[in-house]
């Protein structure tokens, strides 16, 4: 029954309300945390940042997925300088200064190898005669890779993230090319980046037929692809993912201590943002919920004859404990307020 009244009698439509509301309630989120001093300043931009990754589920129902908005921490400067954009951003630096600064319309491949120079395995021993063929070998095991590389150029892809290393002289064919690499990048932004750009994380070339290629399904597009500076590092972004949208928000602060708290608040307003999006509606705060609720079910309890009347009584009751709790922690009193509330809310 207290479910019902809420439902109709308290919640509002959020997409009837607008904006406000969403920064209200973000705002609620951080008031009495870190981030509670510089206004509306963050609540605007957790709106912001969720809002720009609004996706659908299989029943079209709109989701807004918090784990798409990627924050990233950079020492120096005031929390003010602070800022938002729309695109996924990463902590690495393309591998060659020779590089482009952005590639638009890039051709994205993840790969979860490195290309190296080609090394026997473990335990694998080649017994040779003839010294030339030694350096035969060698040539071979550079040449593999070098193949590697020339397939992944030919299947037309102009950006590699990689988890792990890519040797000079294949990433300086890259270069020549004019595709950018960046390596050494994190498995929970390479999947990231695979999910959002529409690619595959591949850990092999290799096919069902035994040899090696490219499939084209697993190459993923985004809009554009650059190198931007941050503080005093090299940061890559990416924008327009194809598959999923992605925004990035960008603290700064003093120290790490600063920075990680700062985030902590950031996502408990995110969170809270979803919550709001997701069920598209929103109830008054400031304890006039618990004391509309105590007014109604009083009322209620004197439409039953048994003695579930006491029950209901004493669970309204109940309910006052968070508005005299509220009012005893703002230092106001919390009889008067409570005698106020529930006249306001018997009119």
């Known amino acids: 029954e207290a479910c019902k009244f809420i439902a109709d009698q308290m919640a509002l439509k959020v997409d009837k309300l607008g904006r406000d509301p ?4 973000a705002m609620t ?8 001093t510089y206004g509306t300043f963050f609540a605007e931009m957790a709106v912001d940042a969720l809002s720009a ?5 299989f029943r079209g129902k709109a989701r807004y997925p918090v784990n798409a908005v990627n924050i990233l921490k950079a020492k120096g400067a005031s929390a003010r300088e602070s800022s938002y954009f729309t695109g996924y951003a ?4 393309f591998t060659s200064p020779a590089m482009k600064r952005s590639l638009k319309s890039p051709k994205i491949l993840v790969i979860d190898f490195d290309i190296t120079k080609t090394r026997m395995k473990m335990g694998v021993n080649i017994v040779i005669d003839n010294p030339d063929e030694l350096e035969a070998i060698r040539k071979r ?24 290393g890519i040797d000079d002289v294949y990433v300086k064919m890259f270069a020549e090319a004019g ?5 050494r990048v994190p498995k929970e932004d390479a999947r990231r980046i695979a999910k959002g750009t529409g690619a595959a994380l591949i850990t092999t070339l290799a096919n069902l037929d035994g040899d090696e290629s490219v499939d084209a399904s697993s190459i993923g597009s985004a809009e554009l692809v650059e190198q931007v500076r941050l503080s005093d590092d090299d940061i890559v972004v990416i924008r327009g993912a194809k598959e999923q949208h992605a925004s990035t928000v960008i603290l700064r602060g003093a120290n790490d201590y600063m920075l990680d708290e700062m985030e902590r608040s950031f996502h408990d307003s995110l969170c809270a943002v979803k919550r709001v999006l997701e069920s598209g509606a929103v109830v008054p705060g400031g304890g006039s919920v618990e004391t509309a609720l105590d007014v109604y079910l009083e009322s209620f309890a ?3 004859g048994s003695r579930e009347q006491l029950a209901i009584v004493e669970f309204a009751n109940a309910l006052l404990v968070i508005p005299k709790q509220l009012s005893v922690n703002a230092a ?9 509330l529930r006249a306001y809310h018997s009119a």
Do not use: N
């Open 22 to 25: 969403l920064v209200s309630v």
């Open 29 to 36: 989120t951080i008031s009495s945390k870190i981030l509670g």
């Open 53 to 57: 990754v609004k996706t659908s589920d």
């Open 90 to 93: 990463l902590y690495r630096p």
């Open 141 to 164: 095991e550079m040449d593999i890779s070098s193949e590697r590389a020339r397939m992944i150029l030919d299947a037309g892809v102009t950006a590699v993230f990689s988890t792990r």
């Open 179 to 183: 595709a950018i690499t960046v390596t």
């Open 302 to 304: 004197t439409t039953l």
């Open 332 to 340: 106001k009193d919390s009889i008067e307020l409570i005698a106020k």
